[in-house]
T-cell receptor, first 115, second 114 residues
Framework: AQTVTQSQPEMSVQEAETVTLSCTYD???????LFWYKQPPSRQMILVIR??????QNATENRFSVNFQKAAKSFSLKISDSQLGDAAMYFC????????????FGKGTKLSVKP | EADIYQTPRYLVIGTGKKITLECSQT?????MYWYQQDPGMELHLIHY???????EKGDLSSESTVSRIRTEHFPLTLESARPSHTSQYLC?????????????FGSGTRLTVV
């Protein structure tokens, strides 16, 4: 069975600093997709960044970047220059690329940003 | 702005009442999903649909039911609400295959059963 593990239930970062959220997954597939979602308090869940497993280059979206280590099945999210608005639950998710697949979510990491 | 809409945003209801949580999307997505989530906690998939007249139960057993008569509409119904149903319910949709954009989520319905 495919699983997604986020080993950090909570993380804290100082404003303007950098923080890395961890995510590991387990699959026997070679073609799949990985996502990070952000859920601010009482607000809508939004997609932060996505990575295609066949691409070696790490995805980047402004201050958000990933460190994708396919052999290690690791997909961490790095947030640079942290802002107060980055405070949220962050969920890592995996999809195996099949047309009938559903996203498999990790349990989430709660990120706090200190001013 | 959201292309997937959930109503109501908040609902407080008495035990034993029948309720329907609405979810509609304007993107023409085939796939739709319902998740149950306690505040700040993990997501639990309770129902999903791959298209009209297709519904499946998710990983978490739920006393709720769903229907998919139209592509854009995926309501969730609780025939008799109980305090244990108090939670947040998130609706999501995706195109097939979903790899391009993942899921689009609604704003959620925060349900309290008293």
């Amino acid at each position: 069975a495919q699983t997604v593990t986020q080993s950090q239930p909570e993380m804290s970062v100082q404003e303007a600093e950098t923080v890395t959220l961890s995510c590991t997954y387990d699959t026997s597939e070679s073609d799949y997709y990985l996502f990070w979602y952000k859920q601010p308090p009482s607000r809508q869940m939004i997609l932060v960044i996505r990575q295609e497993a066949y691409k070696q280059q790490n995805a980047t979206e402004n201050r958000f970047s990933v460190n994708f280590q396919k052999a290690a099945k690791s997909f961490s999210l790095k947030i640079s220059d942290s802002q107060l608005g980055d405070a949220a639950m962050y969920f890592c998710a995996f999809e195996n690329g099949g047309s009938q697949g559903n996203l498999i979510f990790g349990k989430g990491t709660k990120l706090s940003v200190k001013p | 702005e959201a292309d997937i809409y959930q109503t109501p945003r908040y609902l407080v209801i008495g035990t034993g009442k029948k309720i329907t949580l609405e979810c509609s999307q304007t993107m023409g997505h085939d796939k739709m999903y319902w998740y149950q989530q306690d505040p700040g906690m993990e997501l639990h998939l309770i129902h999903y649909s791959y298209g009209v007249n297709s519904t499946e139960k998710g990983d978490l057993s739920s006393e709720s039911t769903v229907s998919r008569i139209r592509t854009e509409h995926f309501p969730l119904t609780l025939e008799s609400a109980r305090p244990s149903h108090t939670s947040q319910y998130l609706c999501a949709s995706s195109e097939s295959p979903l790899a391009n954009y993942g899921y689009t989520f609604g704003s959620g319905t925060r349900l309290t059963v008293v």
